[in-house]
């Protein structure tokens, strides 16, 4: 079976051995060229999904505050409230129970705001600067006057610790611009 002279089989089981190398180092490459596209068209997909949950956490910011806005503007007694509070009311008589109960859920509401948009900043969906913008009702509503103060020491044990301290840190030494109260 193993012819030697005039081109026998041995010689063409050699070509057919090297042939069969370049094939298959050939499709080795275009297999590592075809999985560099998918890895570079993977990782610009990656980085667009990553962009839109950002925007999507904003989004979402930017809307409760929106409502949060909506609640001070389309309540008249929350006005109100606000009013008293801004000006150095403590609403601590009995007959403000009603007016401090609404104080209350509304200033829980922007410190759970402020708790949340630091939440998405830790997970990376808000960078520093809208951190700081999503925290501003924050240092004006809560940290503006000294019932707000006196509610946000009330809720240390029923917020996160992270953000606690981040907040103790960081927001209580900035100044809070005063109000405009009606």
């Known amino acids: ?6 081109g026998g089989t041995d010689d063409h ?4 051995a090297v042939w069969a190398e370049i094939v298959a180092a050939v499709a080795v490459v275009v297999s590592l060229v075809f999985v560099g596209v998918q890895v570079r068209q993977s990782t ?14 904003y989004q979402s910011l930017q809307e409760q505050l929106a409502v ?13 409230v606000m009013s008293r509070v801004g000006n150095g009311e403590t609403l601590e008589a009995p007959a403000d129970e009603d007016d401090r ?5 509304f200033e829980r509401l922007v410190i759970r705001l402020a708790d949340l948009a630091y939440q998405q900043h830790q997970a990376g969906l808000v960078d520093d ?17 000294a019932l707000g103060l006196s509610i946000w020491e009330s809720m ?17 030494t900035v100044p809070a611009e005063p109000m405009d109260r009606p």
């Not at 089981?13 to 057919?16: A, E, G, H, P, R």
């Open 44 to 57: 610009a997909e990656t980085v667009l999904n990553r962009r839109i949950a950002e925007a999507t956490a």
């Open 13 to 16: 089981l050699t070509n057919f």
């Open 129 to 145: 600067a809208r951190l700081v913008s999503m925290l501003a009702p924050l240092r004006l509503e809560v940290f503006g006057n």
């Open 101 to 105: 109960r609404l104080y209350l859920a």
């Open 1 to 6: 079976m193993s012819e030697t002279k005039g």
């Open 156 to 172: 240390e044990s029923s917020l996160p610790p992270d953000f606690w301290d981040y907040v103790q840190r960081t927001q209580l």
């Open 68 to 80: 949060i806005t909506t609640i001070q503007i389309e309540n008249p007694d929350l006005r109100r």
